[in-house]
T-cell receptor, first 114, second 112 residues
Framework: DQQVKQNSPSLSVQEGRISILNCDYT??????FLWYKKYPAEGPTFLIS?????DKNEDGRFTVFLNKSAKHLSLHIVPSQPGDSAVYFC?????????????FGKGTKLSVKP | DTGVSQDPRHKITKRGQNVTFRCDPI?????LYWYRQTLGQGPEFLTY????????KSRLLSDRFSAERPKGSFSTLEIQRTEQGDSAMYLC??????????FGQGTRLTVV
């Protein structure tokens, strides 16, 4: 059973518009969440994270929103650029109860069209 | 380049052969993780080291898999008697603390 779910395998967005990538989780012990970006033939690259004590974290064009009651988080990219085209993975962590191993979703492939 | 380094980048092997992969983490990172990624899936945790101690192993890590980090620096992952189901991208990551882990470029294993 998937503890971290990314239900949209793909998303296509026009350059300059907003990209919204969604992620749901089932384990209420998760208290730290991360987004990674992955280009083909490369390892995942850390993008942004959020602790469960916050509901929003912003870094430049990237903002992550966390809704704990709904067990849902989203990544907003504004404005989207063609270089943002990649697979985005949501990951979660039980900060107090694990050794730091991340639980990943299956990813969403974002295509930003010029 | 001071990032996580993995070697080799690609490995093709015949079923039944043994393979070994190497990971050099970021030098000051004491935490080291191995993950495996198959097509259409996210990375799946295999094992974790803090310095030279292997502190956690996933049930995905069968008896044919062994990992070491002898001096708390680089790590090796060995797969014995490879099977076609072992074909995957093997990713190494390192970190200073829980949370953001920095990944290498991975070793893509193909078992034929």
């Amino acid at each position: 059973d998937q503890q971290v779910k990314q239900n949209s395998p793909s998303l296509s967005v026009q350059e300059g518009r907003i990209s919204i990538l969604n992620c749901d989780y089932t384990n209420s012990m998760f208290d730290y969440f991360l987004w990674y970006k992955k280009y083909p033939a490369e390892g995942p690259t850390f993008l942004i994270s959020i602790s469960s004590i916050k509901d929003k974290n912003e870094d430049g064009r990237f903002t992550v929103f966390l809704n704990k009651s709904a067990k849902h988080l989203s990544l907003h990219i504004v404005p989207s650029q063609p270089g943002d085209s990649a697979v985005y993975f949501c990951a979660a962590l039980d900060y107090g109860g694990s050794q730091g191993n991340l639980i990943f979703g299956k990813g969403t492939k974002l295509s930003v069209k010029p | 380049d001071t990032g996580v380094s993995q070697d080799p980048r690609h490995k093709i092997t015949k079923r039944g052969q043994n393979v070994t992969f190497r990971c050099d983490p970021i030098s000051e990172h004491n935490r080291l993780y191995w993950y495996r990624q198959t097509l259409g899936q996210g990375p799946e945790f295999l094992t974790y080291f803090q310095n030279e101690a292997q502190l956690e192993k996933s049930r995905l890590l069968s008896d044919r898999f062994s990992a070491e980090r002898p001096k708390g620096s680089f790590s090796t992952l060995e797969i014995q008697r490879t099977e076609q189901g072992d074909s995957a991208m093997y990713l190494c990551a390192s970190s200073l603390k829980q949370g953001e882990a920095f990944f290498g470029q991975g070793t893509r294993l193909t078992v034929v």
